[in-house]
């Protein structure tokens, strides 16, 4: 190929959307260079060998059907050259396979040298006269059989079929001509050799929608469709559903299907040597009934043995639990024994070319931190703690074992602390961090991740597959917003990318502050009177859902399916969940201070409960029911980790009507739960110049009836809006919320207070005073500006930065984390820093108070100590003081969960405090992260002001 052809290829990997990331090598209008492949009543044939991959067959014909989605005609698949015809041709061959192919590499006229003997690749390019009677074609060329597979569906996707045309009901993008450039393209190999997914935990939904749509099995017209999605998302990797399925046996053309496909078959951690869990011999235990057991895994080698398989080894306990009687030397036993079973079986005498993996899920670990050896060629699958925080990745000579390592993770999980699987609550940019890391840290044979349903999780899907396959196109933090725009710019089209990937993004940073099954807390974990936390969180999930609707509305009808499927259905029935745990707490709330709108919360949590009911309708409605059952997983009224039998909605009640003698008009200000007259006067926060917060003044009915009120500060620089008002309960407005506004210029300095007076026309007044503190910052000062005794960072706001050793450097990971942004050290395989010459960044701050026990706290993931030798570590200082190191999670045995983990996985923080030394004035707080995996979400100083609240107090005002 010519160098300028291939700088054209890698100009366009920088503009390429219609295949994610992907150069493309088509165009779409009238008059493009290169060949035309396809236009009105135009489609192309698709030349293969007599003697290619029966999946590679397969494949070109589901692009002749993708042609005639796009373009309208139909294309054709034909077998030799022989009989290709006028139309334009599209050559597809494996080398070593497709005499075609071979002829076009012995005569020079394709070169394979890129990818020839490598794994999954691929190269297209444009050839003139390639057989005779041809001018040209485009002449695709795999290095294997799946190369040959990703090749054909690169061109599927690029013509406008996404891989979710029929799993999320994306339209095909029609065309009216399509030409093939003369660019080469060389594609792979997969930054992960082994990329997949295992459906599980997938009753009621998934097992019901299969009940009505197959007949109530498992089968092979089911397998067909998740097959051929697995291939167009370039993955090849496929754990079957277990809890009450025998893949092999539920469908005996389950097996050779996937075979033929192109799907390298695996099965879960606990189903070894290709059987089911449900095949399992009883007693399932090594010493006691060894001879049935060793029979049940040679049948199962027996079985698989002409199909591509990647073999689990080892072995648990029955029924996805630990063995009570299996130890590490009879686990040996075990694994030998299997080892020679596959010698022996598969008649090969070393097995180094034999895929096996050995997953250290839960208590497995243990067994290997004991010391047990385990054959290099055995690829060491390393688990996350099932809620997607890696528990270890490769170290020392982990990481260059020939068997290399992988990672099992999860996006849907039934068990300890609380079963996660009704709908999407995936964080991508958690996703990255974590899977990143793995990719540094060399766990690169195989990547897994459980998918529960499928369906609800099509983008975390997406975005995981992608990532395995091409990791170079994900090397920076921002990756998962330029991918989330690409992703969205193929399934929804341009015009609503970028909304899209603004509707994820606050999608991910709302649901990592706590999973949907985990609501049902009381009191509510969100705080009512402090912050506006509870509010503010709503107000949030509010405006991300109105966002998404005006996109959907935007939307052609059968694109609006899709991105119902996909991105409103989530923002949508993900608030209404929101709606009724935050109705019912404003409901206890407000019943305590006699409010009347107690009683109008309770009926809006019945509103929001039935309007979850309507919406799982309105998804079982789709496209005549196709979706039924989906969505079906219970998601209210959890009391522990499993789930209960079925939803039921969090108590309300209603109070009565009669006004308290002290009046009908109630005041309440932030930070207290106090109602005037007749609790204590609630006394209201203090306010400066720099308060983040709106003070604000809550006027309220107490009673049935119609009240006036008015609001009056004793001094003019106070304004307070509204200044007068109605209320009225039941019809009309029972609440309002004023908000105080000051003119500091007019403010005398330092500390002063203001009356103000709330006059209802009945029962007694109110007299609130304000706390004002009139300071201000020298006029050179940029930062972080402290208010009431807090000073609150969010990642991405840092004032400067150092690199550090090993050409390691503190990077911002965009959306990541309960609040804003993430800081973490990069790259995932960066040396241990040192405060001394360690990456660094600084945040320039000002206080206005002193404290000698300031209290820094600090809000990290519920990350593992993935080096148990180099265990997570950051250090702070203040200025050019000592640094504080602190290692967040203490030392733990594999197997077991560190202590603290399930509070900081249910609440998606840790937070760790360490107590300094803070004069008032300017400072800068310098922050490291030590170790590669150490990720800050948010840094608080509490100067003695800090509040009870969630996700901690507002970022400080910067100047
Ligand atoms: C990572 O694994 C590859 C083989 O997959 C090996 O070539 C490389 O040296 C390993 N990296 C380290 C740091 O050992
Ligand atoms: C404060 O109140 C004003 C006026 O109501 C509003 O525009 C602004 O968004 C509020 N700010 C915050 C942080 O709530
Ligand atoms: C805190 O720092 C101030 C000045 O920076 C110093 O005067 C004071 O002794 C320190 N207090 C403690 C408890 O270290």
Not at 251 to 267: R, T
Not at 350 to 378: A, H, R
Not at 790 to 799: G, Q, R
Request: proline residues 6%; glycine residues 8%.
């Amino acid at each position: 190929m010519h160098i300028t052809t291939l700088l054209a290829s890698i100009l366009t990997l920088v503009s390429c959307t219609t295949a994610i990331g992907q150069p493309s090598t088509l165009t779409f209008s009238e008059g493009g260079e290169g060949l035309k492949l396809a236009s009105s009543g135009l489609a192309p044939t698709i030349v293969l060998d007599s003697k290619e991959w029966p999946g590679v067959t397969r494949a070109a014909n589901d692009l002749t059907n993708d042609f005639g989605l796009v373009i309208g005609t139909k294309g054709k698949v034909v077998t030799g050259t022989s009989s290709i015809g006028a139309a334009p041709a599209i050559i597809v061959g494996t080398i070593g396979k497709s005499a075609i192919i071979d002829s076009l590499v012995s005569s020079g006229k394709i070169d394979v040298s890129a990818i020839k003997g490598k794994w999954e690749s691929f190269t297209s390019q444009l050839v003139t006269d390639p057989v005779s009677g041809v001018a040209s074609a485009l002449v695709i060329a795999g290095s294997d059989k799946r190369g040959s597979i990703y090749g054909i569906y690169d061109i599927s996707e690029q013509i406008g079929v996404s891989p979710w045309y029929w799993w999320a009901d994306v339209p095909p993008k029609k065309k009216t001509v399509i030409f093939a450039a003369d660019k080469l393209k060389v594609q792979g190999p997969p930054s992960i050799k082994y990329r997949g997914i295992f459906l599980n935990d997938e009753q009621p939904a998934l097992t019901n929608w299969i009940n009505q749509f197959y007949g109530g099995k498992y089968n092979s017209n089911f397998h067909v469709k998740v097959f051929e999605l697995l291939l167009r998302l370039r993955a090849n990797y496929f754990w079957p559903a277990m809890w009450n399925s025998k893949f092999y046996v539920d469908d005996s053309k389950n097996g050779p299907l996937a075979d033929e496909y192109g799907i390298v078959m695996g099965a879960s951690h606990t189903e070894p040597m290709a059987r089911a869990d449900k095949e399992k011999v009883k007693p399932w235990d090594w010493n006691s009934n060894q001879n049935n057991l060793k029979k049940y895994m040679q049948d199962g080698v027996t079985r698989a043995k002409n199909w591509e398989t990647l073999w689990t080894m080892g072995m648990r306990g029955d029924g996805d639990t630990a063995s009570p009687t299996l130890t590490a030397a009879s686990l040996t036993s075990v694994i030998n024994y299997q080892q020679s079973i596959l010698k022996s079986t598969l008649g090969v005498s070393d097995l180094s070319k034999v895929p096996m993996m050995w997953c250290l899920y839960k208590e497995v670990g243990g067994y290997y931190q004991q010391g047990m050896t385990v054959p290099n060629d055995i690829t060491l699958l390393w688990s996350d703690d099932n809620s997607g925080n890696i528990q270890r990745l490769p170290v020392g000579n982990e990481l260059s074992r020939p068997g290399n390592a992988g990672v099992y993770y999860h996006f849907d999980y039934v068990g300890d602390p609380r079963n996660y699987k009704w709908i999407n609550s995936i964080q991508l940019t958690k996703t990255w961090e974590q899977m990143h890391l793995a990719h540094d840290k060399n766990a690169t044979n195989i990547w897994i991740v459980n998918v529960g349903d499928l369906k609800p999780l099509e983008i975390p899907i997406s975005h995981f597959l992608d990532m395995a396959y091409d990791m170079t196109q994900f090397k920076t933090p921002d990756s998962t917003g330029t991918w989330l725009k690409a992703w969205a710019t193929r399934e929804f089209g341009a015009e609503v990318a970028d909304t899209t990937a603004d509707i994820m993004t606050q999608y991910g940073k709302l649901i990592i502050r706590r999973k949907y099954e985990w609501l049902n807390t009381n009191p509510y974990v969100l705080s009512t009177t402090n912050y506006d936390e509870a509010e503010s969180h709503y107000q949030e999930w509010v405006s991300m859902v109105d966002k998404a609707q005006s996109a959907y509305d935007s939307l052609d009808s059968a694109t609006q399916i899709s991105f119902f499927e996909m991105v409103l259905h989530p923002a949508l029935a993900g608030k209404t969940v929101q709606e009724v745990y935050y109705k019912a707490a404003l409901n206890t709330f407000y019943a305590k201070q006699k409010r009347m709108s107690a009683n109008t919360m309770a009926t809006e949590v019945r509103n929001a409960y039935s309007q979850d009911q309507a919406i799982a309708k309105r998804y079982h409605s789709l496209l005549n029911g196709k979706w039924n059952h989906m969505m079906d997983q219970v998601h209210f009224g959890y009391t522990y980790w499993q789930d209960p039998g079925s939803n039921s909605m969090p108590g309300v009640q209603t109070i009565s009507t009669n006004a308290p003698s002290t009046g009908p008009v109630g005041v309440s200000v932030q930070g207290s739960a106090n109602s005037a007259p007749g609790d204590a006067t609630p006394p209201m926060l203090s306010l400066d110049p720099y308060t983040p917060e709106n003070r604000t003044i809550d006027v309220y009915a107490r009673g049935q009836g119609t009240f006036q009120f008015s609001i009056t500060p004793d001094k003019t620089y106070v304004t307070v809006t509204p200044s007068s008002g109605t209320l009225s309960y039941p019809s009309g407005v029972s609440d309002i919320k004023a908000v105080i506004d000051v003119d500091w210029s007019a403010v005398p300095a330092g500390k002063s207070t203001v009356s103000i007076v709330v006059k209802p026309s009945t029962g007694n007044s109110v007299t609130l005073s304000l706390p004002l503190n009139k300071n201000s910052v020298p006029e050179d000062f940029k930062g972080h500006v402290e208010s009431n005794g807090v000073v609150s960072f969010e990642m991405a706001h840092y004032t400067s930065k150092l690199p550090g050793t090993g050409g390691a450097s503190m990077e911002v990971i965009p959306g990541y984390g309960r609040t804003h942004s993430g800081l973490t050290l990069m790259p995932g395989n960066a040396p241990s820093q040192s405060t001394s010459s360690g990456a660094k960044v600084s945040f320039d701050f000002y206080t206005f108070t002193s404290s000698s026990s300031a209290k820094v706290t600090v809000y990290l993931p519920p990350s593992f100590n993935i080096n148990p030798s180099a265990p997570l570590k950051y250090a702070f200082s203040i200025d050019s003081g000592a640094a504080t190191s602190v290692q967040p999670i203490p030392g733990y045995n594999l197997g077991s969960m560190p202590s603290g983990w399930s509070d900081s996985v249910v609440n998606g923080a840790k937070v760790v405090t360490s107590t300094t030394n803070i004069s008032a004035g300017k400072h800068t707080l310098n922050l490291w992260a030590l170790e590669p995996g150490t990720v800050f979400q948010k840094v608080v100083i509490d100067l003695g002001g800090v509040k009870q609240s969630y996700l901690g107090p507002p970022e400080s005002v910067m100047v």
